[in-house]
């Protein structure tokens, strides 16, 4: 696998290296491509979420805390210069082994440094018990593209008080309760964070690259993708009944208007995984009669999990007529 390195230290807004990634699968040749880079107080939420059910923005914006949309799905992060935020790049692509194959690896360098470590569920990295590390991928042409957060020695008060998510989830119960869940590397390492990322280094990669200048503008020229307004705010539209709820795929909240019983508008938000086209699923459910009945037959035809990881029409049906 390869190290990436920029031909510079300073550091950038996060949306530069979500752009770096996208960059790579597109521009660089098929293989293995690995970095890690740390980013100022950010908040960073997924392709399919709404800003204003994650994110607490008279806080955020007080505090000069910078705001970000990524492409790929999964719930919202808030990141500092303490955590170590990674990607890789690859041309392996499996819906439903995706995360294995590289986090196994996270896992196995943390075991190395005599740490309990183990992968959870869809996307977290545990320490005993308490989550370190949550991760999220999305596909670019062949290419995958898994990035994640490794919280060393991030601060938890202001990430409570940054990310405000559904009450369902842990964030929304206090700092308390997400100590409780929640951990630092600092906590259980005696190296600093420098020498944990060459830890990283060192057992991920067998070569290293400089990206070229002419690289560098080309990552700033996409990063603009990441920087429009109509990405970041998303139209957020109003809708006549939510339905919410959590599956095996993931936190679901599916907004509809309906007007004499028939769908007119859907809109569907979470921290699930796409790896179809969204939209076309949307937009084959317009028109159609809010039945249980006519959802199925309008469905039939379609495997869902091809659009959204791990998604079954019985789950889906489920939240939305439960």
Same mark, same amino acid.
């Given at each position: 696998?390869?190290?990436?390195? /920029?031909?510079?230290?300073?550091?950038?807004? %996060?949306?530069?290296?979500?752009?770096?990634?996208?960059?790579?699968?597109?521009?660089?040749?098929?293989?293995?491509?690995?970095?890690?880079?740390?980013?100022?107080?950010?908040?960073?939420?997924?392709?399919?979420?709404?800003?204003?059910?994650?994110?607490?923005?008279?806080?955020?914006?007080?505090?000069?805390?910078?705001?970000?949309?990524?492409?790929?799905?999964?719930?919202? =992060? /808030?990141?500092?210069?303490?955590?170590?935020?990674?990607?890789?790049?690859?041309?392996?692509?499996?819906?439903?082994?995706?995360?294995?194959?590289?986090?196994?690896?996270?896992?196995? !360098? %943390?075991?190395?440094?005599?740490?309990?470590?183990?992968?959870?569920?869809?996307?977290?990295?545990?320490?005993?018990?308490?989550?370190?590390?949550?991760?999220?991928?999305?596909?670019?042409?062949?290419?995958? !593209?898994?990035?994640?957060?490794?919280?060393?020695?991030?601060?938890?008060?202001?990430?409570?008080?940054?990310?405000?998510?559904?009450?369902?989830?842990?964030?929304?119960?206090?700092?308390?309760?997400?100590?409780?869940?929640?951990?630092?590397?600092?906590?259980?390492?005696?190296?600093?964070?420098?020498?944990?990322?060459?830890?990283?280094?060192?057992? %991920?990669?067998?070569?290293?690259?400089?990206?070229?200048?002419?690289?560098?503008?080309?990552?700033?020229?996409?990063?603009?993708? /990441?920087?429009?307004?109509?990405?970041?705010?998303?139209?957020?539209?109003?809708?006549?009944? !939510?339905?919410?709820?959590?599956?095996?795929?993931?936190?679901?909240?599916?907004?509809?208007?309906?007007?004499?019983?028939?769908?007119?508008?859907?809109?569907?938000?979470?921290?699930?995984?796409?790896?179809?086209?969204?939209?076309?699923?949307?937009?084959?459910?317009?028109?159609?009669?809010?039945?249980?009945?006519?959802?199925?037959?309008?469905?039939?035809?379609?495997?869902?999990?091809?659009? =959204?990881?791990?998604?079954?029409?019985?789950?889906?049906?489920?939240?939305?007529?439960?």
């Amino acid at each position: 696998m390869k190290h990436v390195r /920029y031909p510079f230290s300073e550091i950038q807004r %996060l949306s530069f290296y979500l752009a770096t990634e996208e960059y790579l699968a597109i521009h660089y040749p098929v293989g293995e491509y690995f970095f890690m880079w740390q980013v100022l107080p950010s908040v960073i939420f997924g392709r399919n979420q709404l800003i204003e059910n994650e994110v607490n923005l008279e806080y955020v914006r007080q505090n000069g805390i910078q705001m970000f949309r990524r492409k790929s799905g999964g719930g919202c =992060v /808030y990141s500092d210069f303490s955590n170590i935020m990674f990607s890789f790049i690859t041309p392996d692509f499996n819906k439903e082994f995706v995360f294995d194959k590289y986090l196994s690896r996270v896992v196995n !360098i %943390l075991k190395s440094l005599g740490l309990d470590a183990k992968f959870s569920g869809r996307n977290d990295i545990l320490i005993g018990e308490l989550k370190v590390s949550g991760n999220a991928f999305y596909r670019v042409g062949s290419k995958a !593209i898994v990035h994640g957060t490794m919280l060393f020695d991030t601060d938890l008060s202001v990430m409570v008080k940054a990310i405000t998510p559904s009450n369902e989830k842990l964030i929304s119960k206090g700092i308390d309760s997400v100590r409780k869940r929640v951990t630092n590397l600092s906590e259980h390492l005696t190296i600093d964070i420098e020498t944990f990322k060459q830890t990283m280094r060192s057992h %991920l990669c067998d070569e290293e690259i400089i990206l070229t200048e002419a690289d560098v503008q080309g990552i700033r020229e996409l990063e603009k993708t /990441y920087l429009d307004e109509a990405f970041v705010y998303g139209k957020n539209p109003r809708f006549t009944l !939510i339905k919410k709820g959590y599956v095996k795929a993931g936190y679901l909240e599916i907004d509809l208007e309906i007007k004499n019983d028939i769908v007119k508008k859907m809109n569907m938000q979470g921290d699930f995984f796409v790896i179809g086209e969204l939209d076309w699923l949307l937009n084959r459910l317009k028109e159609v009669r809010f039945t249980k009945e006519a959802f199925e037959q309008a469905l039939a035809d379609i495997d869902l999990s091809d659009i =959204v990881m791990r998604l079954d029409l019985a789950d889906f049906l489920q939240i939305i007529f439960q």
